[in-house]
């Protein structure tokens, strides 16, 4: 499935690293993922950093999203019925929570998965790799993703960019999008403790270019936290970490614990068919 990021030729394992037959060759490190991330397309942006990726590590092993995981496993094997062989791609997998989980479930069904990561974050990609010895991690951006075209047969992104353009570049005619993003009332308790005038998500008609949406499926319960760590990272897995004012931050570092609504949806979109 992988294509080498300088010259578009199919990427093949060479021991410790992948390489095309142009010469370009990627070490593989030690913990399984591979760096195929254009510097010229990184800009200044690296993704979450190693504390970031760890935080939301230790926050996702306590359970908190667990229900989110088992509703996208669920969709996930219905979505590869049919299929004795599945090639997965998360784009944006981040630390691999989500993908790792999915990638087993398609092997637990008795199907040949080949399931590929792709976070441009490079800690993320290492931390997932570590853990997930079924999943080919890789560092590079969602936007210019490394793969063959028409080389999936489902595509996964969970609070991530959607880039229709390149989804419908490398997903087979027959394939499948998977998206996952906040409901109506995700967070509607922390958002009420923070800011004076909290908005509810909208939940209008979301759209994928080039794609037609097949099927949504909503997954909302209530979660405890008495961690105040839990709860700030939990925060910090959202946009309005990065704009909430002082006097909201102020109340944020003040919870010691919170009674809070996780609410996501999830969004079945297949390919337009061509007229």
Request: net charge positive.
């Amino acid at each position: 499935m992988l294509i080498c990021p300088h010259c578009g030729v199919p990427l093949m394992r060479k021991e410790k690293a992948l390489c095309c037959e142009n010469g370009h060759s990627f070490d593989i490190a030690r913990s399984g993922y591979c760096n195929l991330l254009q510097s010229s397309r990184s800009g200044d942006h690296t993704g979450d950093s190693k504390e970031m990726v760890m935080a939301r590590r230790k926050f996702l092993d306590r359970g908190y999203y667990a229900g989110l995981a088992e509703g996208l496993c669920q969709q996930v094997g219905r979505l590869a019925e049919g299929n004795t062989a599945v090639h997965f791609v998360d784009a944006g997998c981040g630390e691999g929570y989500y993908t790792r989980q999915m990638v087993q479930t398609l092997q637990q069904q008795g199907r040949l998965a080949q399931g590929i990561g792709i976070d441009i974050s490079k800690s993320a990609t290492q931390y997932a790799a570590r853990r997930d010895q079924h999943t080919q991690y890789i560092t590079g951006s969602v936007f210019h993703m490394p793969l063959k075209k028409q080389c999936a047969d489902i595509i996964c992104s969970i609070f991530a960019p959607t880039p229709g353009e390149e989804f419908h570049r490398i997903l087979k005619k027959d394939g499948k999008v998977l998206c996952v993003v906040p409901g109506a009332e995700h967070l509607w308790e922390l958002k009420s403790a923070i800011y004076d005038i909290p908005y509810k998500n909208r939940e209008e008609k979301h759209q994928l270019d080039g794609f037609r949406l097949s099927e949504k499926r909503k997954i909302i319960y209530p979660v405890h936290i008495d961690n105040p760590a839990d709860i700030r990272t939990l925060f910090a897995m959202t946009p309005y970490a990065h704009r909430t004012p002082k006097k909201g931050m102020e109340r944020l570092h003040a919870l010691q614990e919170l009674e809070v609504t996780l609410s996501f949806l999830l969004l079945c979109f297949e390919p337009e068919r061509e007229q």
